[in-house]
Structures are given as structure tokens and as C-alpha cells.
């Protein structure tokens, strides 16, 4: 089984990761990093909170001692679906969100493989992420600059994934959680364009087998990224999984 860390997990894809995570006989424990805690408890799940009392780090510079625990916790892999909206922050907080706090965390948690057991960095991107930087959308541009450092930073034991969903469907437990507005534009889309949509259930199915080391193969070469009609396929191949 496998250890992973996870942020974003009050966000509509890093809840359902946590859940799902928490079921999952494939995972042996889930290690939250957060400025808040979930408001759920599971013999699975530690939450460590930054900044806190104990830790005074933040997610722009994740203390050694935080490094240490998770070390201590077997953890192998990371979903980083810790983010936020480009309509809802200015430009430089948006920046240090998404690719400030993505490479400081890239950089805290590769010495946490080796040759023979990788870490696996697993970054919730989106489709429309440009590593070129050349589309007009600063979301474009600075998830694909995030996914461009982690390109470029992988090693023999630090392995790293850029996801890229398309729209996503969040459960109905979260859907109270997420702007009416926003609602109606997934509900449109998935009328119009199901192809680019993906239940945050299935996003999540699809990050848990990959935290795992499997479905790796399906991985671009050279951007690192798996799309969105493949993160359904992997949803799948997990149902199977768990079936047998």
C-alpha cells in the first residue's frame, strides 16, 4: 500500500481525492497538509497544519521538521491539487499560489525518494495549461510554467505528472461549496462538451491509481501531463482494480 500527502483537500478535486484516498485499500495513510483542517477524521488520516503552533512554515516554505514527519510516514507520492481560481485572486497571488508554492513543495519533498522507491509528484493542472507560455490566459501560462519546473526537475528519484482535467464535476456534498454561476457553466458544459468533463470522483479515482505507480505509461514524453479523456480511462482501470 501506499502513504501519499495531499493538499487542497477542502478544494472540489482534493476532497474527493481525500475520500476517496480514505477508502481506498490502496492507500495505507494520508497525510494532509493544510491552512485548515477537512473536518472529517479516519484511522487514515493526519492533518498537519501550516502555519501552526508547532510548525511555522507555510506553503511557501515547508518546514524541515514537516519534511521529517512524512518521511517518518512511509509517504511516497503527493497529489497537489492545492489552488484557486484565476477570477478570484490578483495576479501575483495567483502566481505565488500555483507556481511559487507548487515548486517550493517540488523542491521540500524530492529528497524524500531514491533510485530504487521514486517519489511521485502528482500536479492537478488543467487542460489549456501552455508550457510555452505563449496562450493569453494567465491561468495558460502559469499552470504550464508550473508544470515546465516539474518537467525539468524530475530525476531517477523524483518522478513527476501533471494532470490535466478538463471541467470538473464536483460530488453533490461539495457542490453547496461551489458558486451557483460556476455550477451552471459545469452543468452547461456537460451538456454541450461531455468529452472535456470529468466527475471529481473519477479525477480522484484516477489520481490514486497513479499515486500508486501505476497507469504511468500513458504519460507524455516530454510534457508530463495526462489528459483528460485518459484520467477517465485510469477512473476505470481503478473501478477494475477494486473489483478484483
Known amino acids: 500500500m501506499t502513504s501519499i500527502i495531499l493538499t487542497g483537500a477542502t478544494g472540489t478535486a482534493g476532497s474527493a481525492v481525500l475520500h476517496t484516498a480514505l477508502a481506498s485499500p490502496l492507500i ?12 472529517i477524521t479516519h484511522d487514515k488520516l493526519e ?46 497571488t495567483y502566481i505565488k499560489i500555483t507556481y511559487d508554492y507548487t515548486v517550493a513543495a517540488a523542491k521540500a519533498f524530492a529528497p ?42 524530475e530525476t531517477d528519484s523524483f518522478k513527476t505528472l501533471n494532470l490535466r482535467p478538463g471541467g470538473i464535476v464536483p460530488t453533490p456534498e461539495h457542490a453547496k461549496n461551489v458558486p451557483f454561476i460556476q455550477r451552471a457553466m459545469i452543468t452547461a458544459a456537460g451538456w454541450v462538451l ?7 470522483t473519477d479525477l480522484a479515482k484516477a489520481a490514486v491509481e497513479l499515486s500508486t505507480g501505476k497507469g504511468w505509461e500513458v504519460r507524455d514524453k516530454k510534457e508530463h501531463w495526462i489528459d483528460n479523456a485518459q484520467l477517465n480511462k485510469l477512473a ?3 473501478d477494475a482494480e477494486i473489483a478484483h
Open 28 to 39: 495505507s495513510h494520508v497525510t494532509v497538509l493544510a491552512r485548515r483542517a477537512p473536518g
Open 47 to 92: 492533518t498537519i497544519l501550516l502555519p501552526s503552533d508547532e510548525y511555522k512554515g507555510s506553503f511557501d516554505d515547508i518546514p524541515a521538521a514537516v519534511v521529517d514527519k512524512l518521511r517518518a510516514r512511509g509517504s511516497s507520492a503527493v497529489v497537489w491539487a492545492l489552488g484557486v481560481s484565476q477570477r478570484d485572486v490578483d495576479k501575483e
Open 112 to 153: 524524500l525518494g531514491t533510485a530504487d522507491k521514486p517519489f511521485r509528484f502528482l500536479f492537478v493542472s488543467g487542460m489549456g495549461a501552455d508550457q510555452t507560455e505563449s496562450s493569453y490566459p494567465i491561468f495558460a501560462k502559469i499552470k504550464g510554467r508550473a508544470e515546465k519546473y516539474l518537467v525539468e526537475a
Open 194 to 200: 461531455p468529452g472535456r468533463m470529468i466527475e471529481s
Open 236 to 238: 476505470k482501470a481503478y
